[in-house]
């Protein structure tokens, strides 16, 4: 009965051998996705649905995308969009960005997470779960959101020109740290005191542990223009002595 009302969508392992089977609520049910449960062939948190219908596309693009559900990989891959697999509930794990790091040649990941506040929280937590890689410039990793909040099933259904709209924001995704950056400044009042500084604080968070000497003192210059609103006294010390 837990699979009632649910999707039911096998889920293969990157050879294509099915492994488990995944449940999508078809209506408003808790929780929305149910997996299989683990056993020594499938492991949510390791593995990664569509990977094996993916991965010599994220080869040729050089660049994969990764969604949180199976529905908006299944929908990408029918329009065309092949490069895309899904994490299975859970925040991207390192062991699962090592696993697509070996198709892509550059290693450019774009995560296209929901944009509500679940997927935006969904989407920290990926940070956070990857973010020695990333602040070791091991991995080029973008933030892609869409908008009014869409997973990109529902995204490419709102529009007739959503596929296109979608490609071409696949280019303008901002790199992980610019868009954490908008993050702080979408969830503290940069006009008062207070608000001014805890996105300081956040800033200095981000900025401390970039490694590449060059990149930090760009993202130091770019985050004390945006504090000072053109008025250099705005900037707070503790950014300044950065």
């Not at 492994?19 to 996705?33: E, H, N, S, V, W």
């Not at 989407?123 to 991995?139: F, H, N, S």
């Not at 908008?147 to 696949?170: C, T």
């Not at 950056?181 to 800033?203: V, W």
Request: aromatic fraction near 8%; proline fraction near 4%.
């Amino acid at each position: 009965d837990v699979f009632r009302d649910r999707a039911i969508i096998p889920i293969l392992d990157a050879q294509g051998r099915i492994i488990a089977f995944g449940g999508r609520t078809l209506k408003d049910d808790q929780p929305k996705y149910l997996n299989s449960p683990q056993t020594p062939l499938f492991d949510k948190s390791k593995t990664l649905f569509a990977l094996d219908k993916a991965r010599s596309f994220i080869t040729t693009e050089d660049r994969a995308i990764v969604v949180e559900g199976y529905l908006d990989a299944i929908a990408l891959h029918a329009v065309g969009i092949t490069n895309v697999v899904a994490s299975l509930g859970t925040a991207l794990t390192s062991y699962q960005l090592k696993q697509l790091l070996r198709y892509t040649p550059s290693k450019q990941i774009i995560l296209n997470f929901d944009a509500d506040q679940a997927g935006t929280q969904a989407t920290q937590r990926a940070i956070a779960e990857i973010e020695d890689l990333v602040y070791a410039g091991v991995v080029s990793l973008r933030i892609l959101n869409l908008p009014e909040g869409k997973d990109a099933d529902e995204f490419l259904n709102s529009n007739p020109n959503a596929v296109d709209i979608y490609r071409k924001s696949l280019e303008d995704a901002p790199l992980w740290l610019d868009w954490q950056i908008q993050q702080l400044l979408a969830t503290q009042q940069l006009n008062t005191p207070s608000g001014l500084q805890k996105i300081a604080q956040g800033m200095i968070k981000l900025l401390n542990r970039i490694q590449d000497a060059n990149l930090r003192n760009y993202y130091l210059s770019y985050c004390a223009e945006l504090l000072s609103q053109g008025d250099g006294r705005l900037i707070p010390q503790n950014l300044a002595n950065l």
